[in-house]
């Protein structure tokens, strides 16, 4: 039988300089929206920040570093700045070690029925709003509800959000509260997208709970892990309304973050030359968090990409 000439590869057709014309089109309205939306808000707060500006009158008076050396030189700034840091680090963590382990769960419970995964994703439909009126009342010591338990085991404790060793917890519990099945749906999605055939030769060859999950889950979600860990980090870092419903920033300033440090600046004093400085700062503070995290990510994509 005499040989079949093998067809010729197909190779692709080179762009054409219509077709590069319409992808830009195509792609403009992203970019102006970009632009718009982006560009112009932070050439306005850098402006704003280097001037002496009111709410009324921006830009009155070019002053340099000066709102700089104010803000850095006030022991509140200072102080806001690493409690925001602190604060974000510990409901970060809290949320993804929870997350991780309810999506774990829940995935080898998976029989259980959608309702358990309904129940669990409430919180994060949940308005922030409701989030903190709800969770105010459940700490008020007048029939709240962690007061009514507490009398009936005959505890009585300080009612929390009106003590400063214990408000910026009670903050804390709700924003975890409210986050952590953010980090339960994603982590529970990347779960449900493991290839199967690879658990069920790991359990053949004796990989079980904890040795299964080491070897062959967590290399699946990891990278799903930090891509959420940097989503709730910057959620964490720009908390306001929680704060603003539940404490209002007291007692004293045990619970005033940087976010709520603007908003007296910008909304109360009127300042938008200071509230713009603290702004630049809270900008540094979340690349110097989140640029680690996404360089981490980075990394671990480029090694499995090379592995594959």
Do not use: C
């Amino acid at each position: 039988m005499a040989d079949q000439a093998l067809p010729a590869a197909v190779s692709p057709r080179p762009r054409s300089r219509a077709d590069t014309r319409a992808g830009r089109i195509f792609i403009s309205p992203t970019v102006l929206a970009l632009l718009v939306l982006g560009v112009f808000p932070l050439l306005f707060i850098l402006a704003a920040a280097l001037t002496e500006s009111s709410l009324g009158k921006p830009f009155k008076e070019f002053t340099g570093t000066a709102n700089f050396a104010t803000v850095l030189g006030d022991g509140d700034v200072v102080a806001s700045l690493w409690r925001t840091a602190g604060y974000s680090i510990g409901v970060t963590a809290a949320s993804v070690v929870l997350g991780v382990l309810t999506a774990t769960a829940v995935y080898q419970a998976a029989r259980s029925g959608s309702l358990v995964r309904t129940l669990l994703l409430l919180p994060l439909i949940v308005p922030p709003v409701v989030v903190g009126t709800l969770w105010k009342l459940i700490f008020n010591p007048a029939g709240g509800l962690l007061a009514t338990l507490l009398g009936f085991a005959g505890i009585s404790i300080p009612a929390p959000l009106s003590d400063s060793r214990f408000a910026l917890g009670a903050v804390m519990l709700a924003d975890i509260w409210e986050w952590t099945p953010l980090v339960f749906l994603l982590v529970f999605a990347a779960l449900l997208g493991q290839d199967h055939s690879v658990i069920e030769a790991a359990r053949l060859d004796g990989a079980h709970g904890r040795r299964l999950f080491a070897s062959v889950t967590w290399p699946a979600i990891a990278g799903t892990v930090a891509a959420a860990a940097f989503i709730r980090l910057v959620l964490a870092l720009k908390v306001f309304d929680l704060i603003h419903v539940m404490t209002s920033g007291g007692p004293g300033q045990s619970t005033t973050t940087v976010s709520a440090l603007i908003h007296q600046a910008a909304l109360k004093e009127f300042d938008v030359g200071r509230a713009s400085a603290i702004t630049v700062l809270l900008a540094l503070l979340v690349a110097a968090l989140t640029l680690p995290l996404a360089a981490l990510t980075a990394g671990r994509r480029r090694r499995e990409e090379a592995a594959a």
